[in-house]
């Protein structure tokens, strides 16, 4: 059987198939993130009978309905989505929604006298040379005739006939060719993914996320379509609560429902640790509830995929939108959302930019809801959740491709009858003393600034609530949530000075405190020895001239929270390989006391 067939259609052919439900194309209620320049580049090809490229469908797989006889489903657009909604924009006048989520029309002008087309502006309306909005001319109550008396007469430089030539050329976009690549419903998402890439001459990723929400967007008979928007609305929301009145005014059938109102919490919300974007949404209902990992499978769940059989069934089909819309809903819930928030920041996260891993998050997500779906009790699920969330940073478990490792701790978890127990083989296996001694140590020996590693040594000062390096009452909470910046122990020009002039040598982690910006002027370009020298002189003498410390002992209670040695007191440059060394391994112990506090 062949994979693919490559046919013709028309431009009025296609937008006929739209209209009628034949063909879904999911993103016509998402954002439009075409320029009107881009729309305007692409009606004028048509014009010139330039090539405008293929689009790409794929056949909904059949399904067995529940009475043996066999339902085909609706044709999928899986690429070209934009093009196809900038045709149904300029030339049949839909309107398009943008990125607050606005309706608005792109109204694209042309000039008959030089058949030029341009983006509609004030200009435009009021030069009687331009037809404003080509979309009239293509509408069914377009009155040719009288269009070209009244033009002609506007603009007595161009005839009736050269006019009328003119006007049928523009009309023939409708009758242009378009190349469809119509793949076949027996190929699975994933040769469905590798052809798109293959063909798609701008290397685009097409990702599983995006067949995932195309599959559920093309569903009428299960919600499907209430789904995507609960989904594209919470995501959107999640990023910027100001579209909210937009949504509402603009798809206002959608805001009357019940499940619109379980985002009603969103418009007046931020989140500073998590932000979760569809994808993220998808990954994690999908992996809570169906206690799988490949999104690929929820596209073959949805197409009633009885994996035993191997066959389509719609009774699966059925039930696996429900527990999907079941997910959806348990993620979005307000309370749901707001309690596993808390647990983030109780492990130190008070800002995205201390965890880089959003599956890390994700997956925590996910065990938080299996774990109040099982029953246990909340503050067994705070233990588990925190501990498990610090567990996958520190051993990168869900960095890379994480759909294997999602399948494997969501299944084993979920029929464990003691999670918390798991939680502890777990650790016992890959967080042996080996690992916060030597392994933890060697992942410190870094320069990259966003390392998980240094990151997890932050998340831990801020849960001992530590003051910034020299300071008396700033903390290092503080100056993040300031935006404030780490700097440099050793001072970077200093050691430039002294023969380190690579970055990976000054800008080890190891090297790295969080400071107040006046403490660091203050250091300026001195060694070590210098500078602490001057900060000993006001402990004893009271005149402030480095931060406020003026007790001895709050300053060595101050470098070692900040995992400084008292070593330093005496350091210069020759001394700094070796201090480095003893600041990892302080570092590393800090990691692990604070993770067996969590």
């Known amino acids: 059987m062949s994979k693919y067939n490559v046919n013709n259609t028309t431009v009025s052919n296609l937008i006929s198939w739209i209209h009628a439900g034949e063909i879904a194309i999911p993103e016509i209620q998402r954002p439009f993130v075409w320029k009107a320049s881009k729309v305007r580049d692409l009606i004028d090809s048509l014009y010139n009978d330039y090539p405008v490229g293929y689009i790409i469908t794929w056949q909904n797989p059949e399904t067995r309905l529940k009475d043996g006889s066999i339902s085909r489903g609706k044709k999928i657009l899986i ?168 949504i509402v005014t603009n798809d206002s059938d959608f805001a009357a429902l019940p499940r619109f109102q379980k985002l009603k919490w969103l418009k007046e919300y931020h989140s500073s640790v998590y932000e979760p974007g569809y994808t993220d949404v998808l990954r994690v209902a999908f992996t809570y509830k169906f206690r799988r990992g490949k999104l690929s499978d929820l596209v073959s769940l949805l197409s009633g995929r009885d994996f035993e059989a191997r066959v389509n069934r719609e009774e699966i089909a059925e039930a696996s939108f429900k527990k999907l819309e079941e997910a959806v809903m348990d993620f979005v819930d307000d309370t749901n959302f707001k309690r596993f928030i808390m647990i983030v920041k109780s492990t130190g996260v008070i800002h995205k930019s201390l965890i880089r891993s959003q599956n890390a998050l994700n997956f925590a997500y996910a065990l938080f809801l299996l774990l109040r779906e099982k029953g246990v009790n909340g503050p067994e699920i705070n233990h588990i959740v925190r501990k498990w969330l610090v567990f996958s940073l520190l051993t990168g478990r869900y960095s890379g491709s994480p759909e294997s490792w999602f399948e494997y701790d969501i299944k084993r978890f979920d029929t464990h009858e003691d999670p918390k127990r798991y939680l502890e083989q777990i650790e016992a296996g890959e967080l042996s003393d080996a690992y916060w001694n030597h392994v933890l140590v060697t992942r410190l020996d870094s320069s990259v600034k966003s390392s998980p590693y240094f990151n997890l040594f932050v998340m831990a000062q801020i849960v001992n609530k530590d003051q910034a390096f020299l300071s008396k009452s700033i903390t290092v909470q503080h100056l993040i949530e300031e935006r404030g910046d780490v700097h440099h122990l050793f001072p970077k020009k200093y050691l430039q000075k002294n023969g380190f002039n690579n970055r990976a040598q000054y800008n080890q982690i190891g090297n790295y405190v969080f400071t107040e910006q006046v403490v660091n002027l203050a250091i300026k370009d001195q060694s070590p020895k210098d500078y602490l020298g001057l900060v000993k002189e006001q402990c004893q003498t009271g005149n402030l001239k480095i931060g406020e410390i003026v007790d001895f002992e709050e300053l060595r209670t101050n470098l070692a929270m900040n995992c400084v040695p008292d070593s330093i007191f005496s350091m210069t440059a020759e001394d700094y390989p070796a201090f480095l060394e003893e600041r990892r391994r302080m570092m590393a112990q800090k990691i692990k006391e604070y993770y067996r506090r969590l």
């Open 79 to 246: 690429d070209g989505q934009q093009r196809v909604t900038a045709l149904m924009a300029a030339v049949a006048g839909m309107e398009v929604v943008d990125d607050d989520y606005r309706k608005k029309r792109i109204m694209i002008a042309f000039n008959p006298i030089d058949e030029k087309f341009e983006v509609q502006n004030p200009a435009i309306t009021k030069d009687v040379r331009w037809i404003p909005d080509i979309s009239t001319v293509f509408s069914q109550g377009f009155d040719q005739f009288g269009f070209m008396a009244t033009y002609c007469q506007a603009n007595p430089e161009i005839t009736m006939n050269e006019l009328n030539q003119v006007i049928q050329r523009l009309q023939k976009i409708n009758y242009n060719s378009i190349g469809i690549i119509e793949l076949s419903h027996s190929l699975d998402i994933e040769t469905v993914t590798e052809i798109f890439i293959r063909i798609n001459s701008a290397g685009v990723v097409l990702s599983q996320a995006d067949f995932a929400m195309s599959k559920i967007a093309s569903n009428d008979m299960y919600e499907g379509t209430l789904i995507r928007k609960t989904i594209d609305y919470f995501s959107n929301l999640m990023k910027n609560p100001g579209v909210y009145n937009n």
